[in-house]
């Protein structure tokens, strides 16, 4: 199972960008997946997180500013980032839990990471 992730680059504060990570391998389904982000010298932190529900919860500090979705086939996740600061600046990381063929769990899997610098 793999999650490849993209969408990262540079931006301006105030601008906007989209995340996108998609599943692929054996997998029997997806539960959640989400985005995670980590800052030079601060700890992995949630971003946000969608359930197969379609239920969502946020960070604090990006509510009203992103935008997280999963593509019509489910096996896929976006984050659309809006109105972008400095601080948004960190890694950012593809999150699912994934259940694969002949198991009965579902596994956190991460994809590598795409960087995303707000700077003027």
């Known amino acids: 199972v793999q999650l490849q992730a993209s969408g990262g680059g540079l931006v301006q504060p105030g601008g906007s960008l989209r995340l996108s990570c998609a599943a692929s391998g054996s997998i029997f389904s997806i539960n959640a997946m989400g985005w995670y982000r980590q800052a030079p010298g601060k700890q992995r932190e949630l971003v946000a997180r969608i359930i197969s529900g379609g239920s969502t919860n946020y960070a604090d500090s990006v509510k009203g500013r992103f935008t997280i979705s999963r593509g019509n086939a489910k096996n896929t996740v976006y984050l659309q980032m809006n109105s972008l600061k400095p601080e948004d600046t960190a890694v950012y990381y593809c999150?699912?839990?994934?259940?694969?063929?002949?198991?009965?769990?579902?596994?956190?899997?991460w994809g590598q990471g795409t960087q995303v610098t707000v700077s003027s």
């Open positions: 999150n699912a839990d994934i259940r694969k063929f002949g198991s009965s769990a579902y596994v956190p899997h």
